[in-house]
């Protein structure tokens, strides 16, 4: 009956007078369309660029050249996107830190880099970051544990857990330190010629002699674009050594292992190419000077907030609360909500908007923006001013997940900072433990889920344990854990893209039922009992929250609920991934940034991607 009410009321209620924000006489206007990593980061470049080019005395945004408008659908504490964190208060216990986002920092001097070219640093801006020392704890499904990513040089306590480390890897198979030591060697190689000639799109000529070698030796045994799988099983015998040196494929929404049904092994599509092994060696790397996992202190809330505090800082003019419904040429649709709610006329209710632009950049995610933002110069009024939840779903998405965040009343010391559950104890279980991966959303059954937790069919999972690094993200003697999933996506349906958003969550909700969920957190603590510490967890769990694909298509407009954005098959890497001028045939003063587009997905390659499209954008305005 909700449902049906809200429907009702989104058909029958008239169109309200639309108000017309013009632009302002002298100033050129672009308009940012979302708060996320890459809004944020774009916004704060051209908004410095523009103050340093008008006066290098000042940086009011009285002084600018282009006037820069941010505008987010959320409000100012979920600026940052999927970038942020959230509290629970608990009674009697006091106030639990929980990632909604990412919960590792990596490439630490993207970040930094930044605050630098926008004139800042940092440290004024409150962001500070720890390392987390070992990077990893693994854990298999038959108990066996081992700690990963050690940094060179150190002289404290932690050199006694990297030696335990590599004897444990020795127990995995023969040699097994020494095959870790080529595996990094070749990853190591393989970062240092991606990272700046195919990410950042920069030539770095110096970073190639190693990289052919280590492509080319013993015929070609690491040779980068042949499926992961075919390289880790030249390398090592143990399917757990293969699992521990893989499982960061996840991040890029593919899977290690070939698949002789498609082309190439399948790395068109959805298997990584063994050139992703750089990202075994950015998080686990002892030397390379890339490398390393590191913990912002006050959680991903504090690196959201820097980059909003750096954006004010550069004159960024930033409305929350303002959902853009319709993007064109000329300037955005938007629904405003009123900045007060004390009139009874007003209160909960939102103002009709259209933003003029001379440019306007699109941080929403590329497959939902293309369906459900960008407008027909010929679609009604009503239509470019109605929230809608579609997506493109001829893409190839990365995985979902199910996230639990839970507020714990005792210490988990059991566990690291960043843990990996990983199902390792064959070949078929650990193929099978992908299958989140490995379906087509448009090709399953909308009730068929990848994994039959009932079975305890294998899969893999991650645990975050903030205060472990940053004792700030839960009271004393208690605990925060955040509990990742993977999952699939959500399933496409034509029905629900006619439908007004709320309605359309609704509907997309119901493809993760409260009973899947409940058998899902069944599955993980059983899984989580093989430590001895975690036995019995159920009971001491205070609160909790569950996040979704739907929960996430519904915070963050993400395409399919797909937390990771799209994948990163070479069908969808590089030159083949949406680029800044995607909607450029169409729309010629539309531009977009984010994970979804070039050069990829996470924080570090956002900032990387926002760097370039601040870049282009500049020289569109001048």
């Not at 986002?101 to 930094?112: H, Q, T």
Request: aromatic share 8%; charged share 25%; proline share 4%.
């Amino acid at each position: 009956a909700f449902v049906f009410f809200i429907y009702l009321c989104s058909v029958v209620t008239p169109l309200k007078a639309l108000r017309t924000v013009s632009k302002i006489d002298g100033k050129k206007r672009v308009v940012i369309v979302g708060g996320g990593v890459g809004g944020l980061a774009v916004a704060s470049r051209i908004a410095a660029s523009s103050s340093r080019s008008k006066s290098n005395d000042s940086r009011n945004d009285d002084d600018s050249v282009v006037e820069v408008l941010l505008l987010e659908k959320n409000s100012e504490e979920m600026a940052g996107g999927r970038c942020g964190s959230f509290d629970r208060v608990i009674k009697g216990k006091g106030t639990f830190r929980h990632e909604r986002g990412p919960s590792l920092l990596l490439l630490k001097d993207e970040y930094e880099k930044l605050f630098t070219d926008c004139g800042s640093t940092s440290e004024q801006h409150d962001l500070k970051f720890a390392q987390c020392v070992p990077a990893y704890q693994v854990v298999f499904d038959d108990g066996d544990t081992v700690e990963l990513g050690f940094p060179g040089g150190r002289a404290d306590s932690k050199c006694n857990r990297e030696s335990l480390s590599r004897e444990k890897l020795d127990s995995f198979e023969k040699d097994g330190a020494t095959k870790w030591d080529e595996y990094m060697k070749a990853s190591s190689a393989f970062l240092d010629c991606g990272l700046p000639n195919f990410i950042e799109e920069r030539l770095d000529l110096a970073s190639f002699p190693e990289f052919v070698y280590q492509a080319l030796r013993q015929g070609g045994k690491c040779w980068p674009l042949k499926p992961h799988s075919d390289v880790l099983d030249a390398i090592f015998d143990s399917e757990k050594m293969k699992c521990l040196a893989s499982f960061q494929d996840l991040y890029v929404g593919l899977e290690p292992y070939r698949n002789n049904k498609q082309f190439g092994g399948g790395v068109i599509k959805k298997t990584a190419p063994a050139v992703f092994s750089l990202l075994a060696a950015l998080e686990l790397h002892p030397d390379n000077k890339r490398s390393g996992v590191f913990a912002p202190i006050g959680g991903f809330r504090a690196v959201s907030q820097a980059f909003l505090s750096l954006a004010k800082e550069n004159g960024v003019k930033i409305e929350f609360n303002a959902a853009v419904t319709g993007v064109s040429d000329t300037g955005v649709y938007c629904k405003k909500a009123h900045s007060s709610d004390k009139s009874p006329e007003t209160k909960g209710s939102a103002e009709d908007t259209f933003v003029e632009a001379d440019l306007v950049i699109i941080n929403a995610d590329v497959p939902y923006a293309a369906k459900s933002l960008i407008s027909s110069s010929d679609a009604p009024v009503k239509t470019k001013l109605t929230e809608k939840i579609d997506w493109d779903d001829s893409y190839d998405y990365s995985s979902g997940v199910i996230a639990f965040h839970w507020s714990v009343d005792k210490r988990l010391d059991g566990l690291n900072t960043h843990n990996v559950f990983l199902s390792a104890k064959n070949r078929s279980d650990a193929e099978q433990s992908w299958n989140a991966l490995r379906r087509d959303a448009k090709q399953r059954p909308i009730k068929d889920q990848a994994f039959s937790f009932e079975n305890m069919d294998p899969f893999n999972f991650y645990v975050h344990r903030a205060p472990q690094t940053d004792p700030t993200a839960s009271p004393d003697d208690c605990d925060s854990i955040m509990v990742l999933v993977p999952t699939d996506v959500l399933v496409r349906e034509d029905a629900n893209a006619k439908l007004p958003k709320a309605i359309a969550i609704e509907k997309y909700k119901a493809q993760f039922s409260d009973d899947f969920i409940d058998t899902v957190k069944k599955s993980v603590l059983t899984r989580l009992s093989v430590i001895e510490s975690l036995a019995g967890l159920k009971n001491h769990i205070l609160d909790e929250v569950v996040d979704t694909p739907a929960s996430y298509a519904d915070m963050y407009n993400l395409g399919a609920g797909a937390t990771f954005g799209l994948s990163h098959g070479f069908g969808q890497l590089s030159l083949t991934r949406p680029s800044a001028a995607f909607f450029e045939k169409s729309h010629k003063n539309i531009m977009c940034v984010g994970a979804s587009s070039r050069p990829g997905n996470g924080v570090p390659l956002v900032l990387i991607g926002a760097k370039s499209v601040a870049q282009m954008a500049i020289e569109r305005l001048k």
